[in-house]
T-cell receptor, first 113, second 112 residues
Framework: KAGVTQTPRYLIKTRGQQVTLSCSPI?????VSWYQQTPGQGLQFLFE???????NKGNFPGRFSGRQFSNSRSEMNVSTLELGDSALYLC????????????FGEGSRLTVL | DAKTTQPPSMDCAEGRAANLPCNHS???????VYWYRQIHSQGPQYIIH???NNETNEMASLIITEDRKSSTLILPHATLRDTAVYYC?????????????FGGGTRLMVKP
C-alpha cells in the first residue's frame, strides 16, 4: 500500500510569507503527527492530530498551526516565515497513536530566504 | 529533554555485528523502547520496539536489560546501506499519542 505522502517536497519562500504543507497518511491511519528537523535542534515534535482533533502540541510559537480533515489528510501552516523556519518538515502516521509502528514520509524541505 | 542517551557516533566493519547502546534510566513501567533510523535526508524508518522482553525481526534484534534502564540494538551483519543515524526513543502507552522526543541519535558509519 502507498506510504505517507508529503507535498511539496521542496519549496522556497521569503521572510514574511506563509506556507502550507500537506500530508496524506497511509490508508486507514487516523493519527498524523508533524515534526521539524533542523541541523541545530534535530527532530522536534510540532503537533499531532487524531480524528480531526489536535491531541498533542509541541513547544512552537503560534505561527505554526495545523489541521486534519475527515479523510485523515493533514495540513500544517507556518505564517510570517522567519529564516529559522528553514527545515525539513516530516509527517508521520499511525493507526491510532501511542504504540505500534509510526510511518514517516520523506518530508517537505522548506528554505526561507 | 530527551529521555534517552546515545553515543554520538560509532563505526562498524561491513559484515560484522553493529551493537548500538542506549541509556533510558528514567523509563516508566508502561513506556516502550523504540528504534528508528534515518538515512541522509530521508524520513525516519521504524526498526523495532520492545517493552521488556528481547525482540527480533528481519532487520535487527533488541536487547533490553532486566531493569529496563538500557537497551542495545543489534544489526547482525551490517552492510554499507546500514550507514545512518539511529535514534532510540522512549514512548508511552496509548494515552501518550505520537509525541516522540528524539535525542541526537548515534551516527553509525559502516566501513568496507
Amino acid at each position: 500500500k502507498a506510504g505517507v505522502t508529503q507535498t511539496p517536497r521542496y519549496l522556497i519562500k521569503t521572510r514574511g510569507q506563509q506556507v502550507t504543507l500537506s500530508c496524506s497518511p497511509i490508508s486507514g491511519h487516523r493519527s498524523v503527527s508533524w515534526y521539524q528537523q533542523t541541523p541545530g535542534q534535530g527532530l522536534q515534535f510540532l503537533f499531532e492530530y487524531f480524528s480531526e482533533t489536535q491531541r498533542n502540541k509541541g513547544n512552537f510559537p503560534g505561527r505554526f498551526s495545523g489541521r486534519q480533515f475527515s479523510n485523515s489528510r493533514s495540513e500544517m501552516n507556518v505564517s510570517t516565515l522567519e529564516l529559522g523556519d528553514s527545515a525539513l518538515y516530516l509527517c508521520a502516521s499511525s493507526l491510532q497513536g501511542g504504540t505500534g509502528e509510526l510511518f514517516f514520509g520523506e518530508g517537505s524541505r522548506l528554505t526561507v530566504l | 529533554d530527551a529521555k534517552t542517551t546515545q553515543p554520538p557516533s560509532m563505526d562498524c566493519a561491513e559484515g560484522r555485528a553493529a551493537n548500538l547502546p542506549c541509556n533510558h534510566s528514567t523509563i516508566s513501567g508502561n513506556e516502550y523502547v523504540y528504534w528508528y533510523r534515518q538515512i541522509h535526508s530521508q524520513g525516519p524508518q521504524y526498526i523495532i520496539h520492545g517493552l521488556k522482553n528481547n525482540e527480533t525481526n528481519e532487520m535487527a534484534s533488541l536487547i533490553i536489560t532486566e531493569d529496563r534502564k538500557s537497551s542495545t540494538l543489534i544489526l547482525p551483519h551490517a552492510t554499507l546501506r546500514d550507514t545512518a543515524v539511529y535514534y532510540c526513543i522512549v514512548r508511552g502507552g496509548n494515552n501518550a499519542g505520537n509525541m516522540l522526543t528524539f535525542g541526537g541519535g548515534t551516527r553509525l558509519m559502516v566501513k568496507p
